[in-house]
């Protein structure tokens, strides 16, 4: 039975208008759901939202404030305790800015996640996806990593504010009687297949996948490939690259694993990766057989900080959410080059 617009359940997305929170609105919304965001701007454009509505026939409702306002973020539930789950993407995630400012994104990231959890035990809302990372494994001792694998020690203050939260998150939920599923990306690229949304750096990318695509479209004179030495077949790092599209489907699925009463307990934790792993000089192949461009690099040494391969067990997320990544190397390649392609012509 078709539910009419009264009828939808309602979902919080913050961070929405970010990188994978715009993909994971459209996805929720694609699926019945009436989306509201709340998002700060800090790293992303409230065109965003636009385009969200040009893409699905629907503007999510749209809050733009800070979630380490306690006040604003008590009001906000005051009105909207009838919410049926929220997805927490909102946070800051440059590892070098977290650095050289650590309390900046201890206040930011923890702040904020303490400030949900308050409004969701205040005005009685259960259900919360906590945004995670790979990065809480380090370089783990077995590959693939497994949910139940170690955390290890953090390599940078932006990790760690993850591995806090989910710390958080694992002590509060019982407390409280609120549901968390905590989703630990690998790394995400590409862009919506429609290209009016992607993701949308700010500066110069530290990420692998826009700085292949900067660097084709000219505004990067050339990629430097961090490292040529590690203990890899082709000597350069290996990650579990993942579609932001895949991604997306995957909050849906959470969501309403834990609307439908199937979680197995208060929180969960899942790998959301593809299960295979490519080294640097992979992708800058797939890129260049899918653009057929000729990418521009230099191998230089390696990047502080960057461990040398991971890739996920995916069996997990694939039993228990029934949820499988669908796209490969090549279509996150072709993707994020149509969106970079797009953005050149003003699209933003
Ligand atoms: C990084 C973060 C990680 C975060 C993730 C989000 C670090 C150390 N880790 O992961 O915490 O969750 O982004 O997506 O920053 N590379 C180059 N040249 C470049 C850029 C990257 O060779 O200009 C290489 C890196 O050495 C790495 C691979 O590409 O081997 C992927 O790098 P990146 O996209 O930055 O992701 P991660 O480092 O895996």
């Not at 026939?57 to 404030?65: D, M, T």
Request: net charge neutral.
């Amino acid at each position: 039975m078709k539910k009419t617009s009264e009828q939808k359940l309602k979902v919080l997305v913050t961070g929405g208008a970010g990188y994978i929170g715009s993909h994971t609105v459209v996805a929720l919304q694609q699926h019945g759901f009436r989306v509201i965001v709340i998002d700060n701007l800090f790293n992303s454009h409230a065109g965003v939202i636009d385009r969200i509505g040009e893409i699905t026939g629907v503007k999510p409702e749209f809050h733009e404030f800070d979630l380490v306002d306690t006040d604003k973020t008590d009001s906000f539930f005051a009105s909207n305790a009838d919410l049926a789950g929220i997805i927490h993407f909102a946070a800051y995630k440059a590892v070098g800015e977290s650095m050289e400012n650590p309390l900046m994104y201890y206040r930011n990231n923890l702040v904020s996640l303490m400030n949900i959890l308050e409004g969701m035990r205040n005005y009685k809302v259960a259900n919360l996806v906590f945004s995670s990372s790979c990065t809480v494994y380090g370089q783990p001792d077995e590959l693939p990593v497994k949910e139940t694998s170690p955390v290890k020690e953090a390599l940078s203050v932006y990790g760690n504010t993850k591995q806090m939260s989910e710390e958080i998150l694992r002590f509060s939920v019982g407390a409280y009687g609120i549901k968390t599923i905590a989703l630990r990306y690998f790394n995400p690229v590409g862009a919506h297949e429609s290209a009016l949304i992607g993701e949308l750096p700010r500066g110069v990318p530290n990420n692998l996948a826009p700085f292949i695509t900067q660097t084709a479209i000219g505004r990067r004179d050339r990629l430097s490939v961090f490292g040529s030495d590690y203990n890899t077949p082709d000597g350069t790092p290996i990650r579990d690259y993942i579609h932001v599209v895949d991604l997306a489907e995957a909050h849906v699925v959470a969501v309403n694993r834990m609307i439908g009463n199937k979680t197995k307990s208060d929180y969960e934790i899942f790998n959301l990766g593809t299960g295979k792993g490519y080294s640097v000089l992979e992708a800058i192949r797939s890129f260049e057989k899918v653009s057929g461009q000729k990418l521009p690099y230099k191998f230089v040494g390696r990047r502080s900080g960057d461990i040398e391969q991971v890739w996920a067990d995916t069996s997990y997320a694939n039993r228990e959410l029934g949820w499988k990544a669908e796209k490969d190397l090549d279509d996150m390649m072709r993707s994020a080059w149509k969106w970079e392609q797009a953005l050149a012509k003003g699209n933003k």
